[in-house]
């Protein structure tokens, strides 16, 4: 099971869980090998979730450690069956020849020049963020959200029998977030996004003035994404929204659900606005968001993904049986 943002860690627990005891289930951050290694053991790739110094790393780690889960950073400790990942833009090496099953995480980046150029010219799928999300074509089940998402990668070009409509773990029981404790209710809630410090491309200021247009007079509660750089983000939030609350804690999922309204960039938590029948604002448009959220099965997403991996787990058994029954034959 590889990780790497928690949310992506807590799916991938999920999915251990609900494959139980038949199966020994070991769990790894993201992790890097080659001249990407080399990068990261110099700092380059703090930034993102395979860093070795980055939060990412520092928040799976505790959340593993925390669990109590069984840690095999970089599978090198044993000769797995099956790898399920939350993201291909990196196939490392020791993965290559394994059966894998990706499972979706969210929201995609949108497709940029970035995204143009690996698709046509072969560079690198991590180049372009999460908008080359399934290109590799390395796995063997693509785990999405929704028939939306399925429609949504085909359009990219990736086989139809490679992708599987499971729902994702973490947002497919949105109605369970209504009993909730949070103190506050009525305000438009504005979610920002940590697209500057993963070092994408974004003007805060013309994303607030948009937002403030939104808003409309009404009251807005602003909740920054914990990648943050708080004091600035408050900052820039306090100079077009005079007196606006400003938090970087709390669970954001609690907050959408008691909110009016809900402002975003492109973060997957307006799927959780959408699912509740909120007022929803993005940059994407929103009818093609409302076809793509994630479907709402009650939480048993990450049993459906459990069953794709035993399928493909009896696969394996057969083809390791079948291969060793070959080698005593000849």
């Known amino acids: 099971m590889i990780g790497g943002s928690i949310n992506q860690t807590t799916m991938l627990h999920q999915i251990g ?7 020994a289930c070991a769990y790894s951050p993201y992790y890097t090998d080659g001249y990407l290694e080399a990068l990261n053991r110099l700092g380059f790739l703090n930034f993102t979730v395979a860093g070795h ?9 505790a959340y593993l450690r925390d669990q109590g889960l069984p840690v095999d950073e970089g599978g ?8 399920v990942t939350g993201s291909d833009l990196i196939i490392q090496r020791n993965i290559r020849n394994k059966p894998i099953v990706l499972v979706q995480e969210g929201m995609t980046d949108p497709e940029n020049l970035a995204y143009h150029l690996v698709r046509h010219l072969g560079l690198p799928r991590w180049i372009a963020s999460t908008s080359t999300t399934g290109l590799s074509l390395a796995y063997r089940k693509f785990c999405v959200a929704s028939e939306g998402y399925r429609d949504f990668f085909l359009a990219k070009g990736i086989p139809s029998d490679r992708l599987v409509v499971t729902g994702i773990p973490n947002f497919d029981d949105c109605q369970q977030l209504l009993a909730n404790d949070h103190p506050d209710s009525g305000y438009v809630l504005v979610a920002t996004s940590d697209a500057r410090e993963t070092l994408k491309f974004d003007s805060r200021k013309r994303f607030l003035l948009w937002a403030r247009e939104k808003v409309a007079g009404r009251r807005a509660v602003f909740k920054l994404h914990p990648n943050e750089h708080a004091e600035r ?5 306090h100079a077009v929204f005079p007196g606006a609350q400003v938090t970087q804690v709390g669970k954001t999922d609690h907050m959408i659900a008691n909110c009016s309204a809900l402002i975003t960039q492109f973060s997957t938590v307006v799927y959780v606005g959408l699912a509740l029948g909120k007022e ?7 009818e093609q968001l409302r076809r793509m959220t994630p479907m709402q099965n009650g939480g048993t997403s990450a049993e459906r993904i459990a069953e794709v991996c035993r399928t493909l787990l ?6 390791s049986a079948a291969e060793r029954w070959r080698r005593v034959a000849s």
């Open 233 to 237: 983000a408050t900052r820039e939030i």
């Open 17 to 23: 869980l609900a494959l139980g005891s038949e199966v």
């Open 314 to 319: 009896a696969d394996h058994a057969e083809q």
């Open 280 to 286: 929803c604002h993005s940059y994407y448009d929103i």
């Open 76 to 83: 090198q400790r044993d000769d797995y069956d099956l790898v």
């Open 53 to 61: 110094g980055g939060q990412f790393r520092r928040k799976t780690t």
